[in-house]
């Protein structure tokens, strides 16, 4: 059995958790200054999320890169101040916010991604649904992806509508496809092969 890690015992900034480094025993993210912390996500949620990776790399524009499992700054808290990280299953940015971090060091922001994803989890539901979505929302984050891996698979595409926070046409299964923020079609059922 693995020991939790401890925990700081205070507030943290964005700064300050960064410093954590990596751990790859648990998956972590900041919560207004909390560390949060979970046990990484099961085998068809990792295959999953390799699948939507590989369709959704073949179809991205040039200048545009998807990355699995990152850090992104939320940027809801003034620096030094307790603040607001997450870790989603995928992002896309352009590919000068990769660039920037390997010039200049820190972790992605809200202001550099177009879409973020996150595959529901039996005990993120509410999280991914309720607390995540109001908090890329209001982090300006144009896209938000909602995958539910219950059979049938759907995808939910939330889309800023300021100041509204996001708008979505419902559950979509099989096939969905969009022109915004690019023009991709990704397989749902795909996420599961053979």
Request: one cysteine or more; aromatic letters at 4%; charged letters at 30%.
């Given at each position: 059995m693995t020991a939790v890690p401890e925990l700081p015992g205070h507030l943290l900034t964005v700064e300050a958790y960064a410093a954590l480094g990596e751990d790859d025993r648990y998956r972590s993210e900041l919560q207004e200054g909390n560390l949060v912390m979970s046990p990484s996500p099961a085998p068809d949620h990792m295959i999953a999320m390799g699948e939507l990776f590989a369709q959704l790399r073949q179809e991205l524009p040039a200048g545009l890169l998807a990355i699995l499992d990152v850090d992104v700054d939320l940027e809801l808290a003034?620096?030094?101040?307790?603040?607001?990280?997450?870790?989603?299953?995928?992002?896309?940015?352009?590919?000068?916010?990769?660039?920037?971090?390997?010039?200049?060091?820190?972790?992605?922001?809200?202001?550099?991604?177009?879409?973020?994803?996150?595959?529901?989890?039996?005990?993120?539901?509410?999280?991914?649904?309720?607390?995540?979505?109001?908090?890329?929302?209001?982090?300006?984050?144009?896209?938000?992806?909602?995958?539910?891996?219950?059979?049938?698979?759907?995808?939910?595409?939330?889309?800023?509508a300021a100041p509204f926070g996001y708008q979505d046409p419902g559950p979509v299964t099989g096939r969905f496809v969009t022109t915004e923020p690019f023009q991709v079609g990704l397989s749902l059922e795909g996420l599961f092969p053979g």
């Open positions: 003034p620096r030094g101040e307790p603040g607001f990280v997450r870790r989603p299953d995928l992002v896309v940015v352009p590919r000068s916010a990769v660039d920037r971090i390997r010039r200049d060091g820190g972790i992605l922001r809200a202001s550099d991604t177009l879409v973020i994803v996150e595959i529901v989890s039996p005990g993120s539901r509410r999280t991914d649904h309720v607390i995540k979505r109001g908090e890329y929302a209001d982090a300006g984050i144009p896209h938000y992806w909602i995958v539910d891996l219950d059979r049938p698979v759907t995808l939910i595409d939330c889309h800023l």
